[in-house]
């Protein structure tokens, strides 16, 4: 079976099974302590944690996933295995409350030996059994149901059934939050298939693990009991390049014969042709018995597969909008992408082969995942600018690796610096240092290692996960999407005094906006029922709750009157709704690969923060700028509806990042801009007024920020500008139109001065240089010597003073000194007969500068220094005689 029909057969039989197929979660995770999305059951948290309702009890699809950097990372596996990867996709089927253990395990058994022909003698599963200090109890419910199937199929269950511990058998969310036992699949891939089963969770090529049960039945809390949930699900997760590699390199079970590698299916074949076209290598297919590799064919296969993972990882982040940078999960995918570059060194492939590399990977893969063909152009240059930067770095690098290899070895924090700063993987490093003879300190650069993971892990957050029934107070009831002028009543939940003689009032409905997606809070009055009113400074919200941040610690009570700031609301809404037309502009005219990366709403200014690969110029700007501006001007509607999310449009464009409960709310303008949002807006875009943009920037690599202005706030810059040109044309007596070409003829006036002011400085130092030589006098017979104060406008041109004398002088030595700006300023030039002669200009104006209390050096022929301005510097410098240094 291809790689594509393997798929499709997977889906197919869960859909047959009552699941429904969804589409793979982006790349970016919504979780914010994930750097990039790791498995199937991803985007389904919330309905593992009840926080959000799902849409269907069965689910089943095939999900990107990347795992590189942070808690899963097998990045410097990848290429010295057969079986590791950086971008994988995981095949998967989820329960979410309905079916159990029995169907799980009953029908993984059913897929693999009824559908897809898996050996059943060469199957082992394994069951969780906890060890002294492991959580929880024997798995016997598991081990029930796979020793009926192995029963049945006449196979012994002692053998067939391993037992894994806590390591093994036994899966957490976090520190907190769902925790289960796990039953996962191996396959005996060995010639005979006869281990026995030995070879289970021993790490072995030749013995993996194929699928993984997951049973989501416990909670682990935070005083470190295990309680059973609510509703029991399952998470599955099958590794879907390892399915392909066992199929295709046992051509469909009848020959075992073959190294097992996932890299031998149709899914890298393509991209290993395209290497080979490229250099004179072929792939061999070879399997490593460890890192120390016995010959240059298992070295240049490692490089082969090093590049095939890579620009499959890089490809597919980039068209998910995540675009390599020096932070973070950015950070992360611009190493992936070098080391790539440095094993194609490996192999000698020409610069720019990772880009042309793409081109295959989007033409393989671009069907199955269209994203790819979308942002093809995207991809191509963002690799190509990544490429050409790291190339020139890459020099840089291996000169570095020279001059530290020069003494024979390199020490581990030497291969650290390379590693951290260069972006050489250390095992790339040894092959280089092999290759030279040249020594490495391996536990030295492990020890760094360990520092920065160190590091890495002090500055974690944990977080603790929470279920829903954890939260005693009910959510706010927001009523504050279409406002008027009539005050608004609520009653007081809670209060809670804060700092600077403030309170966080709860009440049990609102109005007021609280901070969140980029919007600020809204601000105005609350009223009690004794008529006393309160300035409301704020409003956020946690969890739901809003918190109306009230400047008084009073006691408050009962039912109160809220009356919001109803302008400023206006103007955020209109700032709001801009934002949204400057995303729908980007993605227009820039590209789809265009993702929100942050964002800030207030009354007078909006800021967007997005992912992009370059600076954009002045004439995209004006285009951008000028198609939200039409779109203003036709005052289209903007019409807002909640949704099912699972029922949302496809072209409704979310953030990256957010979570999303079961209701979403879209807010669509004009037809051509919808996105999920739940803040406020304008209702149609005419109120937003003239839209200015003040700023374009790079916040980060891959990252690009725009500030803008709209309604008042715009009116007021414009207002603002043309003062400042009536005022520039009353003082260039000219119409307003003229400015410009007044003030290039005064910048054209002011370079003939310069010009002429220069060639007059120059004479100036000329005669200087005359009159001085002449006072040069003779010492040690030979040697032509000028000591001299001079008197100069410009510090710069005591050097170029110094230096024309010297010019003029057969064999010399110049010492010149100067008070300018209040600092005194000394310098020696010196010519090579002078330095033969044993003299030194470093030495010269070190002394000179001492005996003035200040500090000066510099090399043999040439040094500057300086001091505090100092009366005797005349006499100083009148009697100094150099000394051989």
């Not at 053998?159 to 939050?177: A, S, Y």
């Not at 891939?189 to 072995?204: A, F, I, R, Y």
């Not at 801009?673 to 005419?686: D, I, N, R």
């Amino acid at each position: 079976m291809q790689s594509d029909a393997i798929r499709q057969s997977f889906l197919d039989f869960f859909e047959a099974k009552k699941h429904t197929i969804v589409a793979s979660a982006s790349l970016m995770p919504t979780s914010p302590n994930l750097l990039f999305t790791n498995a199937g059951m991803n985007q389904f948290v919330p309905y593992f944690l009840n926080e959000t309702t799902p849409p269907y009890s069965r689910i089943t699809n095939s999900q990107k996933c990347i795992r590189a950097g942070g808690k899963h990372n097998d990045l410097d596996d990848v290429g010295f295995d057969t079986y590791h990867h950086t971008f994988f996709e995981m095949l998967g089927n989820w329960s979410i409350g309905d079916y159990f253990k029995k169907e799980a395990i009953e029908w993984s058994w059913e897929l693999l030996t009824g559908v897809w022909g898996f050996p059943k003698e060469r199957l082992y599963a394994t069951v969780y059994k906890p060890e002294a200090n492991d959580p929880s109890e024997f798995d016997q419910e598991a081990y029930d149901y796979w020793e009926a199937i192995f029963k049945k199929e006449g196979l012994d269950p002692k053998i067939h059934i391993q037992f894994g511990n806590k390591k093994d058998n036994f899966w957490m969310m976090g520190e907190t939050g769902p925790c289960v036992p796990c039953s996962e699949l191996h396959i005996d891939l060995t010639p005979e298939g006869d281990t026995q089963g030995t070879l289970v969770n021993k790490d072995s090529p030749w013995c993996i693990e194929i699928w993984n049960l997951v049973f989501i039945q416990l909670n682990a809390t935070i005083d470190g009991s295990y309680d059973a949930l609510p509703a029991r699900h399952v998470d599955t997760g099958m590794g879907f390049e390892r399915i392909a590699g066992i199929m295709a390199t046992t051509q469909q079970f009848t020959d075992f014969t073959n190294p097992p590698s996932n890299y031998n299916s149709d899914l890298f074949k393509g991209i290993f042709e395209s290497i080979e076209n490229m250099c004179e290598h072929k792939y061999a297919y070879t399997m490593p018995e460890s890192r120390t590799f016995k010959n240059e064919t298992e070295a240049n296969d490692c490089a082969f597969r090093v590049i095939a993972d890579h620009i499959r990882t890089l490809s597919f982040s980039i068209a998910d909008g995540i675009i390599p940078s020096n932070e973070g999960r950015n950070y992360v995918l611009r190493r992936i992408l070098r080391r790539a570059i440095l094993f194609g060194r490996k192999l000698h492939l020409p610069a720019g082969f990772f880009t042309k590399l793409s081109k295959t990977l989007v033409k393989q893969m671009g069907v199955a995942y269209p994203e790819l063909a979308d942002q093809k152009t995207t991809i191509e240059k963002v690799i190509a600018s990544e490429e050409s930067a790291f190339n020139k770095t890459l020099e840089r690098g291996l000169q570095l690796f020279d001059k530290m290899s020069a003494k024979g070895s390199i020490t581990g924090e030497e291969t650290f610096s390379l590693y951290d700063t260069y972006g050489f993987p250390f095992d790339l490093t040894a092959l280089i240092a092999e290759e030279r003879s040249i020594s490495i300190d391996k536990a030295g650069f492990d020890s760094c290692m360990s520092e920065q993971k160190e590091r890495a892990r002090s500055s974690q957050k944990k977080e603790v996960v929470l279920t829903a029934q954890d939260s005693d107070l009910t959510k706010t009831n927001f009523q504050g999407f279409n406002l008027n002028s009539e005050e608004f009543s609520a009653q007081i939940i809670s209060v809670e005094s804060l700092e600077d003689n403030a309170s966080a009032v709860i009440l049990d409905q609102t109005t007021f906006y609280g901070e969140m997606g980029g919007q600020v809070g809204d601000t105005g009055t609350l009223t009690t029922d004794a008529g006393k009113t309160y300035p409301v400074i704020g409003t956020q919200v946690k969890n739901g709750i809003y918190l109306h941040l009230v400047k008084t610690q009073e006691a408050l009570e009962g039912t109160v009157s809220l009356s919001i700031n109803l302008d400023r609301r206006q103007a955020i809404q209109r700032h709001h709704s801009a934002t949204h037309l400057l995303n729908w502009a980007l993605r227009k005219t820039l590209g789809t690969h265009i993702q929100q990366a942050g964002s800030y709403v207030s009354e007078n200014r909006l800021r967007f923060d997005f992912s992009h690969f370059e600076a954009i110029d002045a004439k995209t700007l004006q285009a951008i700028e000028e198609s939200i501006n039409e779109k203003i001007i036709e005052n289209s509607s903007v019409n807002t509806y909640e949704v099912a999310y699972k029922d949302k449009p496809e072209d409704v464009v979310a953030v990256f990042g957010e979570k999303y409960g079961d209701q979403v709310r879209i807010v669509d303008i004009g037809g051509f801009s919808k996105e999920l949002c739940g803040g406020t807006h304008v209702e149609a875009t005419g109120e937003i007024g003239l839209f200015k943009i003040i700023s374009e920037s790079g916040i980060a690599a891959g990252t690009r920020r725009v500030e803008a202005v709209c309604g008042a706030t715009a009116y007021g810059l414009a207002e603002e500008r043309f003062s400042q040109i009536n005022t520039l044309a009353n003082k260039f007596n000219c119409a307003s139109d003229e400015i410009g070409e007044r003030i290039d003829a005064l910048l054209d006036s002011k370079k003939a001065l310069e010009k002429e002011l220069k060639r007059f400085h120059q004479k100036s130092l000329s005669e200087q240089v005359d009159k001085l030589v002449k006072n040069a006098e003779v010492i040690d017979d030979k040697i032509a010597y000028l000591n001299s104060l001079v008197t100069l406008s410009d510090s710069n041109d005591l050097k170029n003073l110094a230096n024309q004398i010297l010019a003029k002088l057969d064999s010399g030595i110049v010492v010149l000194a100067s008070n300018t700006n209040g600092k005194t300023q000394i310098c020696a030039a010196l010519s090579q007969g002078a330095i033969d002669q044993g003299f030194n200009a470093g030495s010269i104006v070190k002394e000179i500068c001492e005996t003035l209390g200040g500090r000066g050096g510099g090399k043999a022929n040439f040094a500057m220094g300086g001091a505090p301005e100092n009366q005797s510097l005349a006499q100083v410098i009148k009697e100094y005689l150099p000394k051989m240094a």
